[in-house]
């Protein structure tokens, strides 16, 4: 069943819709939903199941059955993190209490947040990432990475060399765990590219930017490319925006993807959110395509392999000699063998000759006799 699309107000990206029920009943196959999740990189799934306690198990179990399972974070509770307009205390894992909401402009809603990647301070960020609406609605908006960087790269080589070259310092303090404080502090490539040189993953997020330490004579064309960059990014060119209502999820491919937020003050929201990491996707779409035992996952994804260029290669299988007696085995071993043989043979020949010959038994002649 094709998905239905949501107007955009811009041409640079496209969301699909899915509704929950109809994923449910089987009447949308899973790989069209995976393969949306990926590219374009922006679904949204109507008629979410409710979540009247705002506890995540909506999400947690959607993310479970077709995502590959919420990415949980070691410092926190709950695999899941709540954001909204409200102070809310009495919601497990919130980080929107007057003590912390403040501490970030990701969690103080009534801020606006420039366009980003989630986890873009993370070695690995997860790959993708779902905005549960739970009550309310707000606005997002969304830029496709790719789009940006494909265009820097035919506009101005130039810079798209600098942020596919140099990292971007960054970093962050968290205060706000009961563990202690969490700091990061990173120089990820904004553009990465893969080993063929084509485009891997956008890792963004400016508000963490931190002072850059790169060569004197390298600074003004990074930040030439950087300024670049954030006016693609947000220019009406490339930036569309949505509204995202209570029972709907918004599901990105976090390394392509890009979203933020309008100043929701005056709004009414909660949403819930998680990350599902590459591997945990990987596997979910390796799982749907396990229809017949050949085409199993191989030992290579336990190995974390990156892409789906395992499937359908299973390592060769070698044919098990039977164990060999120790007798066979070696130079020494193949002349004790001779030797053994020798003594047989010549065992054997005394046998024979043992019956025949005139002083082991009765010849046929004496007993003639
Ligand atoms: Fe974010």
């Not at 899941?80 to 919130?94: D, L, R």
């Not at 496709?144 to 130039?158: C, I, N, W």
């Not at 040189?197 to 956008?202: F, K, Q, S």
């Not at 193949?334 to 082991?360: K, V």
Request: proline letters at 6%.
């Amino acid at each position: 069943m094709a998905p239905h699309t949501r107007s955009a107000h811009s041409s640079s990206i496209s969301t699909s819709l899915y509704r929950y029920a109809e994923l449910a009943a089987g009447l949308t196959p899973r790989g069209e939903l995976q393969r949306a999740l990926i590219d374009p990189g922006a679904t949204i799934i109507e008629g979410m199941p409710d979540d009247v306690d705002f506890s995540g198990a909506a999400l947690a179990e959607f993310a479970a059955e077709y995502l590959g399972g919420l990415q949980k974070h070691p410092r926190r509770d709950n695999a899941h993190w709540t954001i909204s307009t409200e102070e809310m205390s009495e919601v497990a894992n919130s980080n929107m209490v007057a003590a912390t909401r403040g501490a970030t402009n990701a969690y103080d809603t009534s801020k606006q947040l420039c366009n980003h990647t989630d986890q873009s301070l993370y070695g690995t960020p997860g790959l993708l990432l779902a905005f549960h609406c739970v009550r309310g609605e707000g606005n997002n908006s969304l830029t496709d990475g790719f789009a940006v960087a494909a265009a820097l790269k035919e506009r101005h080589p130039e810079h798209y060399e600098q942020l596919t070259t140099y990292g971007m310092n960054a970093g962050r303090h968290l205060g706000y765990y009961r563990s202690g404080p969490l700091c990061f502090d990173t120089a990820h490539k904004v553009l990465q590219l893969d080993a063929e040189g084509g485009l891997a993953r956008v890792q963004y997020h400016e508000s963490y930017r931190t002072p850059l330490t790169l060569p004197y004579d390298v600074f003004p064309k990074y930040m030439a490319a950087l300024d670049s960059f954030y006016a693609l990014v947000h220019s009406g060119e490339f930036q569309t925006h949505l509204t995202l209502k209570k029972g709907e999820c918004l599901v990105m491919n976090n390394w392509r993807t890009m979203h933020g937020r309008a100043g929701l003050a005056g709004k009414s929201r909660t949403i819930i959110g998680g990350t599902i990491t590459r591997e945990a996707s990987t596997r979910r779409c390796a799982r749907r395509r396990c229809k017949t035992p050949a085409s199993r996952p191989t030992r290579r994804w336990a190995c974390r392999a990156p892409d789906s260029s395992t499937w359908g290669r299973r390592p060769k299988r070698r044919r098990r000699r039977p164990p060999q007696p120790p007798s066979r085995c070696g130079v020494f071993g193949r002349r004790r063998q001779r030797s053994l043989s020798r003594r047989r043979r010549r065992r054997r020949r005394e046998r024979r000759s043992a019956w025949s010959g005139p002083h082991h038994g009765p010849s046929l002649t004496a007993a003639v006799v």
